[in-house]
């Protein structure tokens, strides 16, 4: 089973800066853990999301040398990919995009059509690389902008990320509103239309529902999970109150109840940054 640990997406909508040397910190604390994934940093525009201004300093203080956990830089743009691949501690680049015309706009500042031609520009660069490229299609299960949702208009996008070489997609519920059976419908029937893709969940979700979200992905097959310590995070372009990511908590222990493929971490690394988490960053800078 992957699970993807995604505390940038918890710290990216945190107003007050939290200080280098406290991420470098926390990061390190979560390499111990034994993540598939962390999603530790941003390469994007420090206008847009100043709390990420420090990810290339904060990549300098990473202890990778025990941890088994690949590094994932979020990135909006070719420039930024192009800075992202320069890095080789940098195993996995991932780009937003959505198919709510309004989101890509408000997330990325361009066109769904634009976003596009970034990913092929994106994958091919990868694939220079030998960096893993993840497309994070955001508004999948729905948007509150009124812009056209339907699962054959995802299938279409879908369709076009296949042709462009992307064999990792993440379907992404930005704002909380996926229902559990919505989740597992739409999981199964893609994962099933496209084997030769690996898809897994970026969940957001109030505490309530978060279990629920979780079973269902399971029931449907899902092995690879986006979460976050404690559920804190959100996307801070997508609404004015954000709903948090999954607490990565929940997807460990619906996973060790499940009959599928169980997660091997270390708890007690995990207790400790979670802790950490709690009392130094989170429960610290707001």
């Not at 200080?19 to 979560?30: F, G, M, S, V």
């Not at 994106?122 to 812009?147: H, Q, R, T, W």
Request: hydrophobic share 40%; proline share 4%; charged share 20%.
């Amino acid at each position: 089973m992957q699970i993807i640990e995604c505390p940038r997406d918890a710290m990216q909508g945190i107003h007050e800066f939290i200080p280098t040397q406290t991420k470098i910190e926390y990061l390190n604390k979560l390499l111990k853990v034994g993540f598939h994934t962390l999603d530790f940093g941003s390469f994007v525009s420090p206008k847009a999301i100043p709390q990420l201004k420090d990810t290339s300093e904060v990549l300098r203080g990473l202890d990778l040398g025990d941890s088994r956990s690949k590094l994932l830089a979020i990135i909006a743009n070719y420039r930024g990919a192009t800075n992202a691949v320069a890095y080789d501690e940098i195993s996995v680049l991932g780009y937003p995009l959505s198919i709510s015309e309004t989101f890509q706009q408000r997330n990325t500042n361009k066109s769904i059509s634009a976003a596009l031609e970034d990913v092929s520009r994106i994958a091919a660069l990868c694939n220079k690389n030998n960096k893993e490229f993840v497309v994070y299609i955001s508004m999948a299960f729905g948007n509150p902008y009124n812009d056209p949702y339907s699962i054959d208009y995802l299938e279409q996008f879908t369709d076009v990320l296949t042709t462009l070489g992307v064999d990792v997609i993440s379907l992404s519920d930005t704002i909380g509103i996926a229902r559990p059976e919505q989740i597992k419908s739409i999981f199964s029937l893609f994962s099933n239309a496209y084997p030769e893709i690996n898809f897994g969940v970026h969940l957001h979700s109030t505490k309530e529902t978060a279990s629920e979200k979780v079973k269902a992905a399971l029931k449907a097959g899902c092995e690879r999970f986006d979460g976050a310590i404690l559920g804190y995070g959100g996307c801070p372009m997508a609404k004015d109150e954000l709903v948090g990511n999954i607490d990565t908590r929940v997807i460990i222990e619906e996973a060790n109840s499940s009959c599928g493929a169980k997660p091997t971490l270390n708890m007690d690394a995990f207790i400790e940054a979670e802790s950490f988490a709690s009392h130094d960053v989170f429960g610290k800078y707001h």
